[in-house]
């Protein structure tokens, strides 16, 4: 009664019959690793391709601007100029939008595709883990049982 249990080593025994493989925490790290790596790549393409189109936007609109605004002989060309101005910009805008709309669609549609496949893959590895496991805990369970 006066001699205090060693829990150090009970926990070794405990431990020791449940082994734990490092190497799925290992798989794990470098499965969502990998996973961060893809979606980085979708955002960054995104937003190269985003750029474009604003830059292709602004020259576009510095372009009409120029013509805009150079100096007429009538006061009606400048009506004129305006009236296209604002008709070309208005298009140019539908026009760019839907380029942007195209990339977010892209985006979206390689985003889900990616998480798709990583559930798929997680799936698997889940099931081979838990296999692994069960069998390990049944092979550790009979060996007490055995001796």
């Not at 830059?55 to 009236?83: F, N």
């Amino acid at each position: 009664m006066t001699n205090t249990p060693d829990m150090t080593a009970m926990f070794k025994d405990v431990l020791g019959a449940f082994p734990m493989d490092n190497s799925a925490m290992k798989d794990a790290f470098k499965n969502t690793a990998t996973l961060n790596e893809k979606l980085s790549g979708v955002a960054f393409e995104a937003a190269d391709k985003s750029a474009d189109i604003s830059t292709a936007w602004t020259k576009d609109t510095l372009t009409r601007l120029t013509a805009m605004t150079a100096a007429k002989t009538e006061p009606t060309d400048y009506a004129k100029a305006m009236t296209e101005f604002a008709s070309a910009s208005a298009e140019a805008a539908a026009e760019h939008m839907a380029a942007f709309a195209e990339v977010a669609k892209k985006v979206q549609m390689e985003t889900v595709e990616l998480m798709m496949s990583a559930g798929k893959d997680l799936q698997n590895e889940a099931t081979a883990t838990a296999t692994k496991t069960a069998e390990k805990v049944q092979t550790a369970a009979q060996k007490p049982a055995t001796k």
